[in-house]
C-alpha cells in the first residue's frame, strides 16, 4: 500500500473497529496489509503476512470463497471458521477499494453461535423431557376414551398413571423456572448463621415418609464436635440437600441405607454428605452429571417416571446452582455398584 491516503485510511479504521480484524487484499487475493489482530488469528507476524495468498494466511476456503465473490460482485460477507483448528466463527465483509484489491472486515461470533447453540440445545432438551410424559397420558386418555377398558380397576389404575404423569411434568415445570431464576441471578439469598445440625436434620425428617415408601432406611450420623456455623440461605441449602437425598433413595437398592452429616472443611466451608450404598454413578459420567439435562441412563432408575418424578437430569445442576450462589461448591466421589457420596459446600462461620 503505497498510497499514504489509503495508509492512514486503514489505520483509522483499525483505530475505530477495534472489535473488526481487517485485512487488506489485491486483485488477485494477495496480502497487502493485516492488522495485528488479524495477524494473531492467522498465527504469523504482520510482515510476515504481506504478500502471502489469503488461502494461505488463514487456510479457510470459505474465507477465500467470500473474497472472491466480492471481486466480482462488488462486494459480499459470509462466515468463516478460522483460528486454530478453525475454533473461531467469524462474519465476514469484504468491500472492494479503488484501484483493485478489497478491504476485508471480520467480526467474531464465536460467543454468539454457543449461546445460539445452549438455546437450541435447551428448548430441544425441553421438547424430548415433555414428549414422554405427554404421550403416555394421551394413550391412557384415548384407552379410557374409547370405551376399550370396563372395568373399574384398570380404569382406576390408568387415572392414577395420568395423575403420576402430571406430577412428572409440574415437577419438570417447577425444577425448570427453578433453573431459570437461580441462573438469571433473579433469586437473591437470604443468608444467615444455621447450625448444621438443623439442616441435616430437617432434610432427614422430610426424606423419610418417601424413603420408607422406598424400604430405604435413612441416618443421620453423629455430627462433629465443632461449633461451626453454616452461612447459608437456609430454604435454598435446604432445596439442594433434599434434592441430593431425593437422588440418594431413587438410586438406592431395596433395604439400603442412605447416611445423612456434615462436618467442618477447615477452609473456611461447611460441607454436606449425602451417601448411598445404591448402584453407583460409572467414572466416565461424573465429570458431567452436574450439567442440566444430563442422565447417565433412565433404565437404571429403579422405576422410571413413578411417584419418585423428575428424571429430567435437572436436580443436580441446581444444586450446583445453589452451592455456586453461596460461593460454594458441589461434587462426588461414587463407584458403580457400590454408592456414590455427594456433597455441597457453602461458606461457614465460628459459632
Ligand atoms: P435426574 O432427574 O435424572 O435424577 P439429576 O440431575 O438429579 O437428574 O441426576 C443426574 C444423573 O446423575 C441421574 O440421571 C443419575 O444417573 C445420576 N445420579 C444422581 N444421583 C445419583 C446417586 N445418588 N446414585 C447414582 N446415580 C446418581
Known amino acids: 500500500m503505497t498510497d499514504p491516503t489509503e495508509a492512514a485510511a486503514f489505520d483509522a479504521l483499525l483505530g475505530r473497529r477495534s472489535d473488526h480484524l481487517l485485512v487488506i487484499v489485491d486483485e488477485l487475493l494477495r496480502i497487502v496489509r493485516a492488522g495485528p489482530e488479524a495477524a494473531a488469528l492467522a498465527e504469523r507476524s504482520e510482515a510476515e503476512l504481506v504478500g502471502m495468498s489469503l488461502i494461505a494466511a488463514f487456510g479457510s476456503a470459505s474465507l477465500d470463497a467470500v473474497a472472491r465473490q466480492a471481486l466480482t460482485a462488488g462486494g459480499a460477507s459470509g462466515e468463516a471458521a478460522l483460528g486454530h483448528l478453525g475454533a473461531r466463527q467469524f462474519a465476514i465483509d469484504a468491500i472492494p477499494i479503488r484501484g483493485g484489491g478489497l478491504v476485508l472486515s471480520l467480526h467474531e461470533i464465536t460467543q454468539l453461535r454457543r449461546i445460539e447453540r445452549v438455546r437450541r440445545d435447551f428448548v430441544a432438551n425441553i421438547g424430548h423431557e415433555l414428549r414422554t410424559p405427554l404421550t403416555s397420558i394421551k394413550l391412557l386418555a384415548e384407552s379410557l376414551s374409547s370405551g376399550a377398558v370396563d372395568d373399574l380397576e384398570t380404569m382406576r389404575e390408568f387415572a392414577g398413571q395420568v395423575e403420576r404423569e402430571t406430577d412428572h411434568l409440574a415437577q419438570l415445570v417447577d425444577e425448570l423456572l427453578d433453573l431459570t431464576m437461580i441462573e438469571s441471578g433473579e433469586t437473591t439469598l437470604t443468608t444467615s448463621p444455621i447450625h448444621p445440625d438443623a439442616v441435616v436434620r430437617d432434610c432427614v425428617t422430610r426424606i423419610g415418609p418417601v424413603a420408607e415408601r422406598r424400604e430405604v432406611r435413612v441416618r443421620q450420623l453423629a455430627s462433629p464436635d465443632d461449633r461451626v ?7 435454598r441449602l435446604g432445596q439442594a440437600l433434599l434434592n441430593l437425598a431425593h437422588n440418594a433413595v431413587k438410586y438406592s437398592h431395596t433395604g439400603g441405607e442412605i447416611r445423612l452429616g456434615w462436618e467442618p472443611t477447615g477452609t473456611g466451608r461447611v460441607r454436606f454428605t449425602v451417601a448411598d450404598d445404591g448402584i453407583g454413578v460409572p467414572e466416565i459420567h461424573q ?23 423428575g428424571s429430567a437430569g435437572l436436580g443436580l445442576s441446581i444444586v450446583r446452582h445453589i452451592a455456586e450462589a ?11 455398584g457400590i454408592g456414590s457420596t455427594f456433597w455441597i459446600e457453602v461458606p461457614s462461620v465460628a459459632a
Do not use: C, N
Not at 465429570?287 to 418424578?309: C, L, N, Q
Open 229 to 235: 456455623q453454616a452461612l447459608a440461605d437456609p430454604e
Open 287 to 309: 465429570p458431567r452429571i452436574f450439567e442440566r439435562f444430563y442422565k447417565v441412563d433412565r433404565a437404571r432408575t429403579r422405576e422410571p417416571g413413578s411417584s419418585m418424578g
Open 326 to 336: 453461596h460461593g460454594g461448591a458441589v461434587g462426588v466421589t461414587s463407584e458403580e
